[in-house]
């Protein structure tokens, strides 16, 4: 796939997480005075993906941030199901899919690691320093993919990563923490 520019590429934003570390839904979890699925939407499109998804969640409750909302068509199934959800949702493009619990993923990042989905590469990934699957540009040429892998059982993005024509993102640490816990919203 030669994408050339985020500007190519569709953002999304998985909300569909049980969040039983935090005890409370992550995505309206404020990071600075904003809910996180907020901030994480805001944050691919300065990067200029367009348009930004919401993908599963509490879809009353995003929408009333001004998030566009995809129903997670697997709900309860696991990120892998998320990205399948936002690569139907781009209609054949591309796609930036991140985890609405990285408050710190800053749009330069965003846009370091879709850039480098070009040639044959079917998802770029952010590397700080393990990879991220949920920091990364996803080809189209994935989803059959990814769609075979949930088929046969697989829900771990990870374990679907070996079948990938992977390019990897070196990116800050800080970018790609995750928020999960209470104590972890002090920063």
Do not use: Y
């Not at 600075?32 to 879809?59: E, F, H, K, N, Q």
């Not at 591309?94 to 989905?117: F, I």
């Amino acid at each position: 796939m030669t994408v050339g520019a985020v500007a190519d590429l569709a953002g999304a934003v998985l909300c569909g997480g049980a969040s039983r570390r935090m005890g409370q839904d992550k995505a309206f979890v404020e990071w600075d005075g904003v809910p996180m699925a907020r901030r994480m939407a805001d944050t691919l499109a300065a990067a200029g993906c367009r348009p930004v998804l919401a993908i599963g969640g509490d879809g009353l409750r995003l929408a009333a941030l001004g998030l566009q909302v995809v129903p997670d068509d697997r709900p309860g199934e696991g990120p892998l199901a998320g990205v399948l959800t936002a690569l139907d949702a781009a209609g054949g493009r591309g796609v930036v899919v991140v985890a609405c619990d990285m408050p710190q993923l800053r749009p330069g990042a965003v846009a370091s690691v879709a850039a480098a989905l070009v040639g044959d590469a079917q998802v770029a990934l952010a590397v700080a320093p393990r990879r991220e699957p949920l920091c990364a540009a996803w080809a189209p040429s994935a989803g059959p993919v990814l769609a075979a892998a949930f088929a046969a059982g697989v829900r771990a993005l990870h374990a679907v990563l070996e079948t990938l024509r992977v390019a990897e993102v070196s990116i800050s640490s800080q970018d790609v923490r995750n928020v999960n816990a209470p104590s972890d919203l002090a920063h």
